[in-house]
């Protein structure tokens, strides 16, 4: 059974960095693509950034390509997305995914994840 447990989050200024961690059981890294996704108020839940299944690729979305990092670590089953120069417009909750069938070309659709964790507010006042 996959599990997803997202921590980090909180309320931070205008400029300011945060670091997201999901730790992980039931997903093994070299078979399962890992994402961050990320929804605001009233807003569609987005892609952030992700690995694929093999671990091979590695992409972002254009509005975070620069400032954020994801990053993993296959010994402790964690993934991290580091945030720097945040802005309010990064305001949201943000979820870690995991999937083993989503194939590299659809790594930013949220119906391609079966497995989601409950959520961490990031909160960015400006």
């Known amino acids: 059974q996959v599990q997803l447990v997202e921590s980090g989050g909180g309320l931070v200024q205008a400029g300011d960095s945060l670091t997201l961690s999901c730790a992980t059981s039931?997903?093994?890294?070299?078979?399962?693509?890992l994402a961050w996704f990320r929804q605001a108020p009233g807003k569609e839940r987005e892609y952030v950034a992700g690995?694929?299944?093999?671990?091979?690729?590695?992409n972002y979305a254009n509005s975070v390509k620069g400032r954020f990092t994801i990053s993993k670590d296959s010994a402790k089953n964690m993934v991290f997305l580091q945030m720097d120069n945040l802005q309010p417009e990064d305001t949201a909750v943000y979820y870690c995914?995991?999937?083993?069938?989503?194939?590299?070309?659809?790594?930013?659709?949220?119906?391609?994840?079966?497995?989601w964790g409950q959520g961490t507010q990031v909160t960015v006042s400006s």
């Open positions: 995914a995991a999937s083993a069938s989503v194939i590299s070309s659809s790594l930013a659709r949220a119906d391609a994840y079966a497995n």
């Open positions: 039931g997903v093994s890294f070299s078979r399962f693509a």
């Open positions: 690995f694929s299944r093999t671990g091979g690729y590695r």
